[in-house]
């Protein structure tokens, strides 16, 4: 089974002379050996490295934040309907609507979490009885 890779040889009949002559000397000085990192290596260094900020994500005004109020609004339209439809599933779909109401609490629509969350509440307890 012949080598995957096989290199060049000097007694390669596909190359010109002058180019078996160039890869029989420069195949000594084309194959680097030893750690890449030790000193007197030709390596270029980084003069200075910028520090990477990591962006802000918990501030109150934070967009994340922000659209965990308006997802915790959009479930609680489901949040009815499974009140309505499907007590049983109602509740796993408030308790989502609650942790999304709790993460709004943090951004700047505190009104807007407060009342999502007084009504997922609600529906929690209401989906939780007719189950029972």
Do not use: K
């Amino acid at each position: 089974m012949s080598e995957p890779n096989p290199s060049t040889t000097v007694s390669d009949p596909a190359l010109p002379p002058s180019a078996s002559q160039q890869t029989s000397q420069g195949s000594e000085a084309a194959v680097r050996r030893g750690n890449p990192f030790a000193s007197g290596s030709d390596r270029p260094v980084i003069a200075s490295v910028t520090p990477m900020i990591q962006e802000e994500a918990w501030v109150p005004e934070s967009g994340m934040l922000q659209a965990s109020v308006l997802a915790a609004l959009i479930v609680l339209v489901f949040s009815l309907a499974c009140w309505r439809l499907f007590p049983a599933g109602g509740i796993l779909v408030t308790g989502l609507g609650c942790a999304l109401s709790i993460l709004g609490m943090f951004s700047s629509r505190v009104v807007a979490a407060g009342m999502c969350l007084l009504a997922h509440a609600a529906l929690f307890v209401g989906c939780y009885l007719q189950v029972i």
